[in-house]
T-cell receptor
């Protein structure tokens, strides 16, 4: 079974500062994909960043980067230069060979002005 | 980019009636579609996976006779909540992937209220 754990229900950060959201996962598969999604109040799921498990290099998308530690099954998201528009729910997700994507419980991030 | 249209965005139905939610890929062929349920302030829970032309695979604990899923074409999957009850009230979200794998696209969700 595949599981995703986000241990931080809520986080807050001052505008322009950096915040890291934690995620750990468990899977018996060797090939899988990891994702971070943002869900604003509109509830539309927005892809933030994606990481292929076979790639050692950490994915980066502008202000968003991940720290992927495959042996530790850890996949944290770092948001640099936080902006007010980053306020949202953030979900970590895992998809294996069956393509079914499973989500963690989510972290509610608030960026304070 | 890939777009998935989900309709309706909101629906209110009476207890005991059935309601159908559509998930349509507009510019790609969705070989696999997924249906999720999200309670307020909670995560997305996978309900079922549907592949075009075959029966849906339901997650443990999801009643397949209550949540009927049909994936009759490469661009359309439907979720029908049969004999709806107030406890079925929730936010339902679909996602789809096309050929080549992990390009997941999400619909905008349907808020179902059963009164």
């Amino acid at each position: 079974a595949q599981t995703v754990t986000q241990s931080q229900p809520e986080m807050s950060v001052q505008e322009a500062e950096t915040v890291t959201l934690s995620c750990t996962y468990d899977t018996s598969e060797n090939n899988y994909y990891l994702f971070w999604y943002k869900q604003p109040p509109s509830r539309q799921m927005i892809l933030v960043i994606r990481q292929e498990a076979y790639k050692q290099q950490n994915a980066t998308e502008n202000r968003f980067s991940v720290n992927f530690q495959k042996a530790a099954k850890s996949f944290s998201l770092k948001i640099s230069d936080s902006q007010l528009g980053d306020t949202a729910m953030y979900f970590c997700a895992l998809a294996g060979r069956n393509n079914d994507m499973r989500f963690g419980a989510g972290t509610r991030l608030t960026v304070k002005p | 980019g890939a777009v998935v249209s989900q309709h309706p965005s909101r629906v209110i139905c009476k207890s005991g009636t059935s309601v159908k939610i559509e998930c349509r890929s507009l510019d790609f062929q969705a070989t696999t579609m997924f249906w999720y349920r999200q309670f307020p302030k909670q995560s997305l829970m996978l309900m079922a996976t549907s592949n075009e032309g075959s029966k849906a695979t339901y997650e443990q604990g999801v009643e397949k006779d209550k949540f009927l899923i049909n994936h009759a074409s490469l661009t359309l999957s439907t979720l029908t909540v049969t004999s709806a009850h107030p406890e079925d009230s929730s936010f339902y979200i679909c996602s789809a992937i096309g050929p080549g794998g992990y390009g997941y696209t999400f619909g905008s969700g349907t808020r179902l209220t059963v009164v």
